[in-house]
């Protein structure tokens, strides 16, 4: 079982930067693949980054690629997003998803029904 927290969302103008973390309970995180999706209103949920249980390899939605890293530190049970260049279309509910990174071929999952632990979300508004 994994719990999962996401934390750093907020509001920034376009242009801006913001840093989301995701902290996750249990003593195994390093045998788990994240992700991150994002919920904009009226929109379903999409994937926007994965990263494998070392950090070798890493997902991006096209969207954004460039914009987006994908990190973590499984000796703090961390995995971070850190986002640059923000745009309003980023604005969304950002939510971080953890799997036994065995399901995941060791390369990082890109679909949300792949995952099986969910955390609440943070917003993320990006004004103009």
């Known amino acids: 079982q994994v719990q999962l927290v996401e934390s750093g969302g907020g509001l920034v103008q376009a242009g801006g930067s913001l840093r989301l973390s995701c902290a996750a309970s249990?003593?195994?995180?390093?045998?788990?693949?994240m992700g991150w999706f994002r919920q904009a209103p009226g929109k379903e949920r999409e994937f926007v980054s994965a990263i494998n249980w070392s950090g070798g390899s890493t997902l991006y939605a096209d969207s954004v690629k460039g914009r987006f890293t994908i990190s973590r530190d499984n000796a703090k049970n961390t995995v971070v997003l850190q986002m640059n260049s923000l745009k309003p279309e980023d604005t969304a509910v950002y939510y971080c998803?953890?799997?036994?990174?065995?399901?995941?071929?060791?390369?990082?999952?890109?679909?949300?029904?792949?995952?099986?632990?969910w955390g609440q979300g943070t917003q993320v508004t990006v004004s103009t």
């Open positions: 998803a953890a799997v036994l990174d065995a399901y995941c071929s060791g390369l990082g999952c890109s679909r949300q029904n792949e995952y099986h632990y």
């Open positions: 249990g003593r195994t995180f390093s045998t788990y693949a």
